[in-house]
């Protein structure tokens, strides 16, 4: 596809279900990007994998989130004993290059998001 | 927790003038990106500018930024109905495109 696309657009869903987001991230991309925004903020990390690998968790807010990204292109954020809190905008972004370790950034492509309800 | 902060949280102008926001944030950065956001979903990126730079232009917009005083401005000239939007700054401190994004500026651009 052309951009970074992101299913369902919204989700409502009742506290203590399990609910997953999917992303498909331009194709090509290595670098791939969660973000979470709540409502009158601004976006917050959670997530940043390089390849299939999670370089960098350490925006889960708990153990309730999983993501994973198994053949290093489509990528699922799984939230479990979903809580009313846990309402938001959910972000997906993906960039050509973003290698830890090395000083070389690129421009992220963000998809539209997924709107999660937890009533 | 955010490592930019915008200012002003909302700006309200007429069609033709200048729009200015600013960023302060709170370390090091690799680099500084500015993104735009309509209606709450899908962020476009606007500017990249990397830390040993000092001002960057395009089309409409010029971006400064001050390292010693880790702050950067985004200047919007001419403005139209169509900038109407929230504005954010982010910035990259691990060097991998981790952004930490600010709150965001809200601005109204009326015809």
């Known amino acids: 596809g052309a951009g970074v696309s992101q299913t369902p657009s919204n989700k409502v869903t009742e506290k203590g279900k399990y609910v997953e987001l999917r992303c498909d991230p331009i194709?090509?991309?290595?670098?791939l990007y969660w973000y979470r925004q709540s409502l009158g903020q601004g976006p917050e990390f959670l997530i940043y994998f390089q390849g299939t690998g999670a370089a960098d968790d350490s925006g889960l807010p708990n153990d309730r989130f999983f993501a994973v990204r198994p053949e290093g292109s489509v990528s699922t954020l799984k939230i479990q004993r979903t809580e009313r809190g846990d309402s938001a905008v959910y972000l997906c972004a993906s960039s050509p290059l973003g290698l830890a370790g090395t000083r070389y950034t690129d421009t992220q492509y963000f998809g539209p998001g997924t709107r999660l309800t937890v009533l | 927790s955010q490592q930019g902060e915008e200012d002003p949280q909302a700006l309200s102008i007429q069609e033709g003038e200048n729009a200015t926001m600013n960023c302060s944030y709170k370390?090091?950065?690799?680099?500084l990106q500015w993104y735009r956001q309509n209606s709450g979903r899908g962020l476009v990126h606007l500017i990249l500018i990397r830390s040993n730079e000092r001002e960057k232009h395009s089309g409409r917009l010029r971006v400064t930024l001050d390292t010693s005083k880790k702050s950067s401005s985004l200047l919007i000239t001419a403005s139209r109905a169509a900038d109407t939007a929230s504005y954010f700054c982010a910035t990259d401190v691990g060097g991998y495109n981790k952004l930490i994004f600010g709150a965001g500026t809200r601005l109204a651009v009326h015809p």
């Open positions: 370390t090091s950065i690799n680099n």
């Open positions: 194709s090509g991309h290595t670098a």
